[in-house]
């Protein structure tokens, strides 16, 4: 990296996640000087580095969060760069998405409006291959940036719906992500999958072949700055995935290789069965206040069946090639697994 470059200015906004967190410190690796927006009670866990820069921000507020915005940067200093990864996946209440999903993000433009800090070169919205809705279920044709998007949950109808109004915003430099099922260390959905075939039981949903895809989260940050770079990204789409997928039982034998696990019992639901315990668990997370993993929104993407993936515009446009097929960043993602066991293991007999 040029000498200039590392004089280049970062704003990750959602960055006390799990991605979030990747992103910072890839930004910090790069030689980015990296600030890390975050609400007040956002945990920090990963984003301990010395180096970052915090930004406390009132999301639903456009005015205070532009105050704050001209306040944490030296007077005629503007981000080159803004990373927003801010989101949710899963709500008590679906309007939530909608909320946050949506009108955060326009406030977020608002602010950048009004505190005169739009990037000079680049917003890029981390959105999700769900904006896109079911592809094609019988001839399982990849899906590609090209397809005209028809998302059939809430999630991904919140996401759309951002997307569209990165679209009409003329002064945005925006570029957007829409990557497949994200895994890696610290990330929950997946480790329920790799703790469940460690007890020897795969649960799967349907009797239809499935078609999976998967992004190792580093690669999904690699691409993120070798994108933001790129002037061919301004204002385009791109679908991020590793490029081929998987059937169900190809997952289950990878990760139970890497666990050591020697027999899996493969149970597979009937989708009406799939459909009552996602009601059920939706329920029951609205009573405690807490959001569901299983809800009727995840069981249509869990009722999805083809989730293959045409990436080669982003080959094309920035040079995109994961580097960590589903094999490699499962062993990664299991070593992680393994060590929090080890720990945990450790810490109950002290």
Same mark, same amino acid.
């Given at each position: 990296m040029q000498e200039t470059?590392?004089? &280049?200015?970062?704003?990750?906004?959602?960055?006390?996640?799990? =991605?979030?967190?990747?992103?910072?410190?890839?930004?910090l690796r790069r030689g980015y000087d990296t600030w890390v927006a975050v609400r007040e009670s +956002?945990?920090?866990r990963y984003l301990t580095d010395g180096r970052l820069h915090f930004v406390v921000l009132d999301y639903d507020n456009a005015e205070s969060m532009a105050a704050t915005l001209r306040e944490s940067m030296p007077e005629g200093e503007r981000w080159d760069y803004i990373v927003y990864n801010l989101g949710a996946t899963k709500c008590v209440n679906f309007a939530d998405f909608n909320r946050i999903n949506y009108l955060t993000l326009r406030n977020f433009v608002e602010a950048l409006r009004l505190s005169g800090l739009l990037p000079a070169q680049?917003?890029?919205?981390?959105?999700?291959?769900?904006?896109?809705?079911?592809?094609?279920?019988?001839g399982y044709t990849p899906m590609d940036s090209g397809m005209i998007p028809q998302p059939n949950t809430r999630y991904g109808v919140s996401k759309i719906k951002a997307e569209t109004f990165l679209e009409t915003c003329a002064d945005v430099p925006w570029t957007i992500f829409r990557p497949t099922g994200v895994y890696g260390p610290h990330e929950q959905d997946y480790?329920?999958? =790799? &703790?469940?075939?460690?007890?020897?039981?795969?649960?799967?949903?349907?009797?239809?072949?499935?078609?999976? +895809?998967? =992004?190792?989260?580093?690669?999904l940050v690699n691409a993120i700055f070798d994108a933001i770079v790129k002037p061919a990204t301004? &204002?385009?789409k791109y679908i991020i995935s590793e490029d081929r997928a998987y059937t169900q039982s190809e997952?289950?034998?990878?990760?139970?290789?890497?666990l050591g696990t020697k027999w899996v =019992?493969?149970?597979?639901l009937p989708l009406w069965t799939a459909y009552v315990a996602s009601v059920v668990a939706e329920k029951i997370g609205a009573l405690r206040a807490k959001p569901s993993t299983l809800n009727r929104d995840k069981f249509k993407i869990m009722k999805q069946r083809n989730w293959a993936c045409d990436i080669s515009d982003a080959v094309r446009d920035f040079g995109f090639s994961p580097q960590f097929p589903l094999r490699r960043g499962i062993q990664v993602t299991v070593d992680a697994y393994k060590e929090s066991?080890?720990?945990?293991?450790?810490g109950g007999r002290s």
């Open positions: 470059d590392k004089k &280049k200015k970062v704003l990750v906004v959602g960055a006390g996640g799990f =991605i979030g967190g990747f992103i910072a410190a890839e930004s +956002t945990s920090r680049r917003l890029l919205y981390m959105s999700s291959l769900s904006a896109l809705g079911p592809g094609d279920e019988r480790l329920m999958m =790799i &703790k469940s075939i460690d007890s020897h039981f795969d649960f799967g949903v349907g009797y239809r072949k499935q078609m999976l +895809t998967f =992004i190792y989260v580093e690669d301004l &204002k385009h997952f289950r034998k990878i990760v139970a290789d890497e =019992i493969p149970v597979k066991k080890r720990k945990a293991k450790k």
